[in-house]
């Protein structure tokens, strides 16, 4: 997903479906615990690598869902 620089802020991205796995990674939104944490003190960029990781983290649980 693109971020678009042009917005002031970024919204988090829970989508209150919080259940953590082993790596302490949320299966709602893909975000790690430590993501979560510091999530209202990150700068802009730093919320938007949180986000291309997270996307990044959604795509290799649900490509590893279906290869099994």
Do not use: Q
Not at 23 to 28: E, H, I, K, T
Not at 40 to 65: G, P, Q
């Amino acid at each position: 997903m693109i971020y678009n620089k042009n917005i002031p802020n970024i919204e988090k991205p829970c989508i209150k479906k919080c259940c953590l796995n082993e790596n302490d990674v949320c299966l709602g939104c893909f975000r790690t615990l430590d993501d979560m944490r510091t999530w209202h003190k990150s700068s802009r960029d730093e919320k938007i690598k949180m986000l291309s990781l997270a996307e990044v983290r959604k795509d290799t649980h649900y490509d590893s869902k279906t290869l099994s």
